[in-house]
């Protein structure tokens, strides 16, 4: 028998929406004692069913949806849950020519906590709930049913495992130990990802469609790509034939990477350098030096994991763009993002016409950037929508 929780009065509204989560304030009792991620029936103060969830009793998120139907949660329950979630992959694979995609996008995908990323015939998970955690082994048999062929690796090694009373947890859950660079193909481009060492599972898959959207501007250009990870951006702009590119980071590896990426692809490695540095403190090393550029890429890492770090991940967008918008050539292009799930595009765009004004500059806005496909948004779920992006035309 699974536990109970009954909703509060008037608390089940969101729910009803099939919004996936429900804080603990919205509970009015349990009936048994559900223990960590355990499937639990959801009902609403007055006993109508209203689904099944995983239990999290450290967290403020409660109960996390799996369903909104009488179904066992189960190997079976996610293969259905890989199998709606693949024709979408499997089209965009086909249309980019992809190797490596998101496969799996935790509660925009129906499975809440759970992200699945492919690279090549590696699969890789990252858990990031009580419930995602408790349902590993019916996970790996789904995706052992649904990819014969692939190995499978663990990366739930973040920080937010914490808040749910979990600890880091790393390894092979099925197959081989992955190499130390799987080669990924995206838009014609080869990139080498660290399974066991990158950032998250290995690659930011979700900047692809935005890659390939700024080669336009990359003609003969010269370009600084900030915070440039294992290449990203700056592989694109020698995909587009940018006349000079300045790759930054603050990590060796990464940048290491970076190289070995742009040789891989046969770019100009004279055309092309890797600067370790913070990019704080070398644009202001920029301005002083008259350093001047054609095309900037701003794509830090997330500024605000909670709402009390907003009004400072704010302040630290506004330097990093206002001072990138002092170092364009007139007629130049910035190409800004935000990852910060709590900072909206209404906010990120007041945040860059700010840095406008401070900048002395006259901007305008000339696309918009969304996170790539296979990283969809569930209408029941707006807070899937987390990276967003601007193209400003600076003079
Ligand atoms: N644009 C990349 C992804 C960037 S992720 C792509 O398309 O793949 C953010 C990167 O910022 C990470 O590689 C991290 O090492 C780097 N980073 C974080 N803080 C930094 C800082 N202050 N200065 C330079 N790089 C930084």
């Not at 403020?60 to 189960?74: A, G, H, L, S």
Request: with cysteine.
């Amino acid at each position: 028998m699974t536990a109970t929780v009954y909703l509060a009065k008037d608390r089940d509204k969101s729910i009803k929406r099939r919004h996936p989560w429900i804080f603990s304030r919205g509970i009015a009792r349990i009936e048994g004692k559900p223990a960590l991620g355990d499937t639990v029936t959801v009902c609403d103060h007055q006993g109508e069913f209203l689904g099944l969830g995983a239990y999290s009793p450290q967290s403020q998120i409660r109960v996390r949806m799996w369903c909104f139907e009488k179904t066992p949660i189960d190997s079976d329950f996610f293969l259905a849950r890989i199998r709606a979630a693949k024709p979408l992959r499997t089209m965009l694979a086909k249309r980019d020519g992809l190797t490596g995609y998101r496969l799996l996008a935790a509660e925009s995908d129906g499975v809440p906590g759970i992200t699945v990323d492919k690279y090549d015939n590696y699969l890789v998970c990252q858990l990031l709930s009580a419930g995602a955690d408790a349902q590993r082994d019916n996970l790996v048999t789904a995706l052992r049913t649904e990819f014969p062929e692939c190995h499978i690796y663990e990366r739930s090694d973040v920080a937010i495992r914490k808040k749910e009373g979990l600890k880091p947890r790393t390894g092979v859950l099925h197959g081989e130990e992955p190499p130390a660079s799987v080669i990924i193909e995206e838009n014609g481009v080869a990139i080498e990802v660290d399974i066991a060492n990158g950032h998250k599972t290995g690659f930011y898959l979700d900047q692809r469609d935005s890659r390939e959207q700024a080669v336009k501007y990359m003609d003969g250009k010269r370009v600084l790509n900030c915070f440039c990870y294992t290449g990203g951006f700056g592989l694109y702009a020698q995909k587009g034939n940018a006349n000079q590119v300045t790759n930054v980071d603050v990590s060796q590896p990464a940048l290491d990477k970076a190289k070995a990426n742009a040789a891989r692809n046969g770019f100009d490695l004279t055309r092309a350098e890797f600067v370790n540095a913070d990019v704080f403190k070398l644009l202001r090393t920029y301005r002083e030096q008259g350093e001047r550029f054609d095309v900037i890429v701003m794509d830090p890492p997330k500024f605000a994991e909670s709402k009390s770090q907003l009004t400072g991940a704010c302040r630290g967008y506004k330097d990093i763009n206002m001072l990138a918008m002092q170092l364009l050539n007139p007629g130049g292009v910035l190409l800004s993002y935000s990852c910060s799930g709590l900072m909206d595009a209404g906010l990120f765009q007041k945040i860059l016409a700010d840095a406008a004004l401070d900048a002395g500059k006259n901007v305008q806005f000339i696309e918009r950037f969304a996170q790539a496909a296979d990283h969809p948004t569930h209408s029941a779920y707006p807070e899937g929508f987390y990276l967003k992006g601007f193209a400003c035309l600076v003079q």
